[in-house]
């Protein structure tokens, strides 16, 4: 599949090339420059640019050695474990004659990562080549005051790189609209500036995530798709924790204390597993694991047995962490389920959704956001899979068609067309009924009739636990 420009995340294709692209941060680009430019004769050996996430850190490293014609040698956290690659790295670095004869720098992205425990002796790896690098070192960490850090804290220059104020956000968040040709509202780009709090990753991510095909953006958009995000308390948070979870155990964890409810959970991972796997045996796996973990879900709706829940989650979660091999971590910006993006994109969408969960609610005797966040869900499953289940369902809570639509999304027709032949049968069944009521209670009361479906009212028809076996 050719990669056009188009499919490259926004955070890469607006990333900077050049310090005269990187907004803000004045203090901490001077700082660096300064430094830079008087080494070796410095104080340190050794620079730490500390900050919140996004903020860019590593971004500004780039920029700099590119303006100021360095050749970044870049390590990871996993390379810190072996003395003898650091010795290498220091040497080779500092040998000026190397490709295009450039001068070097090292830089140790995310010393934070590094693990006292599993990465045993990189700090000490560090620790050493800062003391025998011939080069600058550059190291970025979010939290400078990680325990694992003091040791590199003492030998370093420590510079801040500060959160993002919001106009800036705004105007790198209006240069890329324009970019886009997107339309976009001032009030619209301070919202998704707002919540980003100087994140300026997660505000271009939220933009795109927001802006992909669609030509406006409005204020009310905006806070439709990110307030939907923000409840299902971030889901590129748990996504994250799946997809680099190194244990089967990290990946439950973190599908355990989402917030989204499993159906959701699987669209997600279902719609971002391409992203995070290249290897085709790696996705084999991983689609292998969801599938199963689906089987299980469509059981869990036939037998009632809800024991097989958890099979699901772990297949869902643990199974498709487990499928990719290498340990590598890619950083890819997580897409918004197609399937959810198209049901939020129409107000109307989510205004029958809160109907379906105030008529659950009303009938079930539960709280409304229990019925959207438990219910609806097996409720999608049920409609999607077994229609004639559905049907008996729909009819007993006497739902609208649209009702329906929502919930069997393109089984809607099946459902609507049994509900059609159930509702033939009913009157006789109901005035049957009806007789015998007024039999018993011999007209005391007036009897309430029952609401016709058209009227989508909350029904008292048949407990949907009557269908759930
Ligand atoms: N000052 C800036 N000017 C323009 N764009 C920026 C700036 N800072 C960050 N960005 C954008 O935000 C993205 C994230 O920045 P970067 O990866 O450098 O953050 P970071 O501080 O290294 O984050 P982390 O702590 O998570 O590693 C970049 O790809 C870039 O598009
Ligand atoms: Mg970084």
């Known amino acids: 599949m050719a990669l056009g420009s188009s499919n490259i995340p926004w955070i890469f294709k607006y990333r900077p090339r050049t310090l005269s692209d990187y907004i803000d ?201 990110l307030g939907y995000r923000d409840r299902e308390r971030n889901p590129f948070e748990t996504l994250g924790r799946i997809f680099s979870a190194r244990s089967a155990r990290a990946a439950k964890a973190a599908a355990g204390s989402s917030q989204l409810d499993n159906e959701m959970l699987m669209q997600w991972i279902n719609e971002n597993i391409p992203a995070q796997m290249q290897d085709p045996e790696d996705l084999w796996r991983a689609y292998e694991a969801l599938s199963r973990a689906d089987v299980y879900m469509g059981r869990i709706v036939k037998t009632g047995n809800w024991d097989l829940l958890s099979y699901a989650i772990d297949l869902m979660s643990a199974g498709v962490a487990m499928a990719k091999k290498s340990t590598e971590r890619r950083w890819v910006s997580y897409r918004f389920p197609e399937k959810i993006r198209l049901m939020m994109r129409t107000k109307e969408a989510r205004g029958v959704r809160d109907d379906i969960a105030r ?60 509900v059609k032949e159930l509702e033939k ?3 006789s069944r109901e005035s049957v009924e009806k007789k015998q009521v007024e039999a018993k209670t011999e007209a005391k009361k007036p009897e309430q009739q029952p609401k016709t479906r058209k009227e989508e009212k909350p029904g008292k028809g048949v407990g949907l636990d009557r269908f759930i076996k």
């Open 359 to 418: 008529l659950i609610a009303s009938h079930d005797k539960i709280s409304t956001s229990t019925a959207k966040n438990h219910v609806i869900p097996y409720l999608m499953i049920i409609f999607r899979n077994n229609p004639t289940e559905a049907a008996k369902i729909a009819l007993g809570m006497k739902m609208s068609d649209t009702m329906i639509e929502y919930l069997a999304g393109p089984r809607a027709k099946e459902v609507i067309s049994i």
């Open 25 to 225: 941060q004045e203090e901490a680009k001077n700082k660096l420059i300064e430094w830079i430019k008087r080494f070796p004769n410095t104080e340190y050996k050794a620079a730490l640019l500390y900050g919140p996430p996004g903020t860019g850190k590593t971004t500004l490293v780039e920029c700099l050695a590119r303006d100021l014609g360095y050749e970044v040698v870049e390590m990871n956290a996993s390379d810190f474990r072996r003395m003898q690659d650091i010795e290498r790295i220091a040497i080779a670095s500092a040998d000026k004659a190397g490709l295009f004869g450039r001068r070097r720098l090292i830089l140790l992205d995310e010393v934070d990562g590094i693990n006292a425990k599993a990465d045993l002796g990189g700090l000490e790896a560090v620790l050493r080549l800062i003391e025998i690098t011939r080069v600058p070192v550059i190291m970025t960490a979010n939290d400078p005051w990680s325990p694992n850090l003091r040791p590199l804290r003492n030998v370093s220059l420590a510079i801040e790189v500060k959160k993002l104020s919001e106009g800036n956000v705004v105007k790198l968040l209006k240069k890329i609209c324009l970019s886009e040709k997107i339309e976009c509202d001032d009030e619209a780009l301070k919202e998704i500036a707002r919540r980003s709090e100087g994140d300026l990753r997660s505000a271009i991510n939220d933009l795109e995530s927001v802006a992909r095909g669609v030509k406006k953006i409005s204020l009310d958009y905006v806070r439709e798709i």
């Open 425 to 427: 049968k009913i009157p």
